[in-house]
């Protein structure tokens, strides 16, 4: 016989691909399996026994002495015949006679193959063939999906990446952790849940992301004492299969081929099996065990008519019976098939089941051929679909980064990464993590927090933790924020820093932070946005005493004037963009200190002068080339710092002498030319900077400036400094370098506090030795050519070097 395993490359598909057979594919390759024993057990008794066996039949002739001893022959082969005398030689043998034919065994094989090819009807001879063919056309559409290249490809990847998330340490982690909530943690999630929804709708509430406490359950903070349960290599596996089932999804959900190539199979199959019952029930009764051969073959057998025997008669009906019974069970299970796959629209796929029972809200529905072949593996078994939608969930995926964001940043890791920023805390710097650690919160001792190009920060309740922390800085991040936490900020941050792109950006949480003291927003705007810009409102921001602004708003937004009870200090740094409307600067009576920078302001605002209470006011970085309007400035009785550096000035207006409260001024980067002596009745100043403009004489009513300090004339055109400069016997800082001097008077030995020294970039020959007198000047304080250092004694040398 023909092994059946011949035929297996019809149907043989990768062992995995068992996952993707429901049970009506199943039954139908074992009845397929059946099928084909039946084709090839009828071909192989067609190969090994005779196929049919004919006798010929006699004809009466015409002539009567034929007919005469035709009837003595029948008449004596219808008379008994004595019985048999057994024969002395051999007595237990019978001779037995019959009809004569004269035919000898050549004959009766031609014969047997004429009536064979020409009487036999031709389902009785090809029927075991038939059933083979068919039912490996069946075997073929069954499994058709598995090789066609198009769809192969697909199923390949989808059944390697299910098989690694049914494996997945971390699958097994999630789902047990979800498992291990009873029904009464079950509920106070959904009452937590609800009671959040609440306080959302509030006031209050509103302040709080609506997806903050959706997007991670309770449930999914990573437990610290269980940390360690997934190792730092099963933790980038399950990080990289999640990758792979976000790419893999965009690329499935694209088309919908396998889903039609199925169904295309599948009514291939139903058309089949309507055509196989058809025409079989209408031949099956063809198969005769006797039949009627009339051949002319007369002249070589003598014998025209003859009577033939189908040896596989018998059986081939009873076998046609029984192909036809499983033909028909096959042709039911694919109508059942088709009924499936018209019952419903299988190119969707909801895990609404699995949501309800694991409490993951957010695994999303899929289509097209990925919602396919879950609908099969569910014929499968279910718990692969559960098993895997746990890789469709972002916030399994958030849990998995945060586990290993906990396992690669470890307390004693962030403690060296700790560092005293400007405003003198302890601050610890994260820049571009996947997302915010656990463990940050366990050092107690930090005092600022700086997170930098970090997407989904979310700030658990555990920032509780952080008894002295009042400084966060948020640089390019989207946060979201526990509730328990937005609490605990309210009462202990005091400076909050926000860098943006977009002010739709800005956490809505800010604007509740009651005890927030300084706040700084840094962001560019578009061209369109920089003029409607609109904060929410201040008001509840009670305690806020500094607002910085660095973008390009083109007004101050109305939102400040909330604030203006309070606030003492507000800096807008605009990029270049022009500022015009500063009307809202004359409601912020308290305002003590303002910057105006880079605004492309080319007049001083009026609305200034009417802030009695300032003490300072930086203008730097603007387009001013008159400042007539100083004069104002004298109403102003608190002014005492004035900083117009960086501008287009190019004389200074003797209505300066009436800002007599003056104590730090700065001209620096503009183009003066002059120098009026007028600025010298100012003689509360204390710092004085003249650097870079076109100045060429100092006046010598500089003398007069007996609280200067600090004094610089860097890079103009002067060539000579006035001995009454010596006079300011407070002055500490000194710099006179990139002018024209030539020389360096020996009287600046009378200036005892001087600590600072820049005279580099001049034409001195020699230095004086009176610097010696300067007890407080160093050589790290002396800026100056090593050749003209050299000049110095050499006991001023020393001197200076010493510490």
């Known amino acids: 016989m023909i092994p059946v395993t011949e035929f297996r490359q019809f149907s043989e598909q990768q062992p ?64 008994p015949l004595p019985p048999p005398r057994p024969s002395p030689a051999n007595p237990t043998t019978v001779e037995m006679k019959g009809l004569k034919t004269d035919l000898d065994l050549q004959q009766y094989s031609f014969i047997n193959q004429m009536c064979y090819e020409r009487a036999l009807h031709w389902y009785a001879k090809y029927f075991p063939y038939l059933v083979l063919i068919h039912t490996l056309v069946f075997m073929l559409c069954s499994n058709f999906w598995f090789k066609f290249p198009g769809s192969s490809s697909k199923i390949e990847h989808f059944i390697s990446i299910l098989g690694k998330c049914f494996d997945s340490p971390w699958t097994t982690r999630a789902l047990s952790e979800v498992s291990g909530e009873d029904s009464e943690e079950k509920d106070n999630r959904k009452n937590n849940l609800s009671k959040s929804n609440t306080i959302q709708s509030g006031p209050e509430g509103s302040l709080v992301n609506s997806q903050s406490l959706k997007s991670i359950p309770e449930k999914f903070v990573v437990d610290k004492s269980t940390a360690g349960a997934l190792d730092k290599k099963e933790g980038e596996q399950a990080k990289a299969l999640f990758e792979k089932v976000k790419k893999f999804r965009l690329h499935v959900e694209e088309g919908d081929i396998l889903y039609a190539m199925y169904v295309r199979q599948t009514v291939l199959k139903v058309i089949k099996f309507l055509i196989i019952i058809a025409y079989n029930s209408a031949l099956v009764s063809k198969v005769q065990f006797t039949v009627d051969c009339n051949v002319d073959i007369q002249d070589m057998t003598g014998y025209k008519n003859f009577s033939c025997n189908h040896t596989m008669a018998h059986l081939f009906s009873k076998l046609s019976f029984c192909y036809l019974c499983f033909v028909s069970i096959y042709g039911l299970t694919c109508l059942y ?25 957010d695994i999303p529905d899929v289509k097209n051929d990925f919602a396919f072949m879950l609908h099969m593996i569910d014929q499968y078994d279910p718990l692969y679909s559960k098993r895997f939608a746990v890789f469709l969930s972002e916030v399994s995926e958030n849990k998995l980064k945060q586990l290993n964001l906990n396992n690669e940043w470890t307390p004693d890791k962030l403690r060296q990464k700790l560092q005293t920023n400007a405003h003198n805390r302890l601050e610890l710097p994260l820049i571009m993590l996947s997302g915010l650690p656990d463990t940050v919160f366990e050092i107690t001792e930090l005092q600022s927090l700086k997170l930098e190009i970090i997407k989904n920060v979310m700030i658990p309740a555990t920032i509780a933790q952080l008894d002295n922390l009042q400084e966060l800085s948020l640089h390019q991040c989207s946060v979201k924020i526990h509730s328990a936490a937005l609490s605990f900020l309210k009462e202990n941050l005091k400076v909050l820093s926000v860098k943006f792109d977009d002010m739709r950006e800005l956490p809505p949480w800010m604007y509740g932070l009651r005890n927030l003291e300084e706040l700084y927003l840094v962001g560019s705007l578009s061209h369109d946005i920089s003029k409607n810009v609109t904060l929410e409102s201040l008001r509840d921001l009670k305690s806020l005493k500094i607002l910085s602004i660095k973008s390009n708003v083109s007004k101050i937004p109305q939102a400040v004037v909330d604030v203006s009870s ?69 109403h102003l009785r608190k002014l005492t710092v004035l900083k117009l550096w960086h501008n287009s000035i190019t004389y200074i207006p003797e209505h300066i002498k009436k800002l007599t409260s003056l104590e730090r001024l700065s001209f620096s980067h ?89 005279v580099k970039g001049n034409h001195f020959e020699i230095l004086p030795p009176e610097l010696g007198d300067c007890r407080a000047l160093k050589r790290a304080g002396l800026v100056v050519e090593d050749a003209l250092f050299e000049t110095l004694p050499s006991d001023v040398r020393e001197q200076m070097k010493t510490e």
């Open 16 to 79: 995995a691909f068992r996952v993707l057979k429901p049970w009506w594919d199943v039954f139908t390759d074992y009845l397929s399996v059946a099928m084909l024993m039946i084709g090839v057990f009828g071909c192989t008794l067609q190969v090994m026994q005779d196929k049919i066996i004919c006798l010929p039949k006699r004809v009466q002739p015409a002539q009567n002495h034929s007919s005469i001893s035709n009837v003595s022959q029948a008449v004596a082969s219808t008379t």
């Open 337 to 361: 098939t088709l009924y499936w796959l018209f019952y419903r629209s299988l190119r969707e796929y909801s895990f609404e089941y699995v949501r309800q029972e694991t409490g993951i809200d």
């Open 566 to 634: 309070h606030l003492q200090k507000m800096c807008i740094h605009n990029d270049g963009t022009k500022l015009v409307m500063l009307n809202n600067l004359k409601k912020m009576t308290n305002l003590t200190e303002l910057e105006l920078v880079h605004c492309d302001l080319e007049r001083i605002p009026h609305a200034v002068f009417s802030l009695l209470s300032l003490q300072e006011l930086d203008l730097k970085e603007n387009n001013l080339k008159s400042i007539e309007e100083i004069v104002s400035f004298q």
């Open 670 to 758: 503009n183009k003066i030319e002059v120098l009026p002596s007028h600025l010298f009745l100012c003689n509360k100043i204390r710092y004085l900077d003249l650097s870079y403009n076109d100045i060429r004489f100092i006046p010598p009513e500089i003398g007069v400036l007996q609280s200067l300090q600090y004094f610089s004339i860097t890079c103009n055109k002067v060539e000579n400094l006035p001995d009454e400069l010596y006079f300011c016997k407070k002055l500490k800082t000194l710099k006179i370098g990139k002018n024209s001097l030539s020389v360096l008077s020996p009287k600046i030995g009378n200036l005892p506090f001087l600590s600072y020294l820049d």
